[in-house]
């Protein structure tokens, strides 16, 4: 796991390794622009925060490497909110090396994955969920997806935060006054504000719902296209990409492992796997091919589970099983969701279809920021659930009360890093790309 060091300057390669006509090669820590400038032919140190200075890098010996632009932030300023700036060479993979070379000859490191972005967390650049939403907008397969984490990093979970924070301090506030007085002092009768746990609760969860909608969105699902041998799988796998990705033959077992694409059906990214057609055999690479299959229905978000029409299979049970059938313009059957590869008929309402199982029983919310963090949904969640256990123990007496106002404020700071363990951190930033 990564261990995050501040004290050090650090630099990325933040666009990928390969040729282009340009590249970014990021640097941020104290003392990184004095480090830079004397292998810099542009007056670096004397140009104004987030200006572009062009000029020459130079090696040690004096020999030019690339002539380039290079961003100054002076601290404060920036991404990482320290001193910092990006140089703009071009995309050789000799170019990029060399620089690279250079800055770690002159004592700035290679950055861990995520370690500029923990840099911002840690100086106040954004909060915990503003942090997850950039490596949501670099992940998302969809622009609506983008858009949602766009949101989330413009602070709309953090307002959301605030707000509740602010709720159950005046709350609490309203108690102190009540544990600070004896028995016989209290000013005046406190009666526990049962309707505004309530909203708050109800905000909360609201917004925790949303995770299963944005994770679709962000994310993707698992889409498999599975059945007997020769039922048209493969037909239905080309015909949904409208290429001929997977072999498609009349002779049974053709398919002996599986294949898989990422795809969007109704704008959804899917991961879409042809697979092995299922059967009794002895054969045993084919046997091996359908243990694969098995287990990738396992995983699947969504099973479509193709038919030939004039057969009498039938479709295993689950509530995550699409029944498909094929080869319409040969027999003409429709005993449920049918389609034919050769003429098309029918594929739109197969698409629709899936589409419709992947979307289904997703709360549409649209007074509320989306999340797509599982452990936002959890700390939503686990607050909620503490102002729930305050209302149930308010009888208990008031220290009681207080004591689960106080945890469901601890959620909340944890929900956007405010209370949060350097190991939960560490976790959390090493699963982003590198450069970011």
Not at 107 to 124: D, N, P, S, V, W
Not at 149 to 177: F, H, M, P, Q, Y
Not at 324 to 333: A, E, F, M, N
Request: glycine share 8%; with cysteine; net charge negative.
């Amino acid at each position: 796991m990564a261990h995050y060091v501040t004290e050090e300057p650090i630099y990325a390669l933040a666009t990928p390794y390969s040729p282009s006509a340009l590249a970014v090669i990021r640097a941020s820590g104290e003392g990184v622009l004095s480090l830079f400038q004397p292998y810099f032919t542009g007056k670096l140190l004397k140009a104004s925060s987030s200006s572009a200075v062009h000029g020459f890098i130079v090696g040690k010996e004096g020999h030019r490497i690339d002539e380039v632009v290079v961003l100054k932030y002076e601290e404060g300023h920036g991404y990482t909110s320290e001193e910092a700036f990006e140089i703009m060479c071009h995309g050789s993979l000799p170019v990029i090396r060399s620089v690279s070379m250079l800055l770690e000859e002159i004592g700035i490191r290679e950055a861990l994955k995520g370690e500029f972005t923990y840099r911002a967390f840690m100086h106040g650049r954004m909060d915990l969920t503003e942090a997850e939403a950039v490596e949501e907008i670099v992940s998302s397969k969809t622009a609506k997806g983008a858009g949602e984490a766009l949101e989330r990093l413009s602070g709309s979970i953090l307002a959301e935060a605030e707000k509740a924070k602010d709720s159950i301090l005046n709350i609490l506030a309203s108690l102190e006054v009540q544990l600070d007085y004896g028995e016989d002092e209290i000013p005046e009768d406190w009666v526990f504000p049962s309707e505004e746990i309530s909203v708050l609760r109800s905000r909360l969860l609201k917004i925790a719902s949303t995770f299963r909608s944005s994770r679709l969105w962000t994310e993707g699902a698992v889409v498999v296209i599975a059945g007997r041998t020769n039922a048209g799988k493969s037909s239905l796998y080309n015909a949904i990409l409208k290429e001929n990705r997977a072999i498609v033959s009349p002779v049974e077992g053709t398919t002996r492992d599986y294949i898989e694409t990422n795809a969007e059906i109704a704008g959804i990214p899917v991961r879409l796997f042809d697979t092995a057609g299922l059967r009794n055999t002895d054969e045993s690479v084919e046997a091996e091919g359908i243990r694969r299959t098995e287990s990738l229905m396992d995983k699947a978000d969504l099973i479509v589970y193709v038919i030939d029409s004039a057969s009498e299979d039938t479709a295993p049970s689950g509530s995550n099983v699409l029944t498909v059938y094929s080869k319409l313009d040969i027999t003409g059957k429709r005993s449920g969701l049918a389609f034919s590869s050769v003429t098309g008929e029918g594929l739109e309402d197969v698409l629709d279809a899936i589409a419709g199982r992947l979307t289904e029983n997703l709360e549409s919310v649209e007074d509320v920021p989306q999340i797509a963090s599982d452990r936002q949904r959890k700390k939503l969640e686990e607050a909620a659930e503490t102002l729930l256990e305050a209302e149930r123990n308010q009888d208990f007496g008031y220290d009681v009360i207080a004591m689960y106002l106080q945890s469901a404020l601890t959620s909340i700071g944890e929900l956007t890093g405010e209370v949060t363990g350097e190991d939960v951190l560490d976790r959390l930033f090493s699963s982003f790309c590198l450069g970011k």
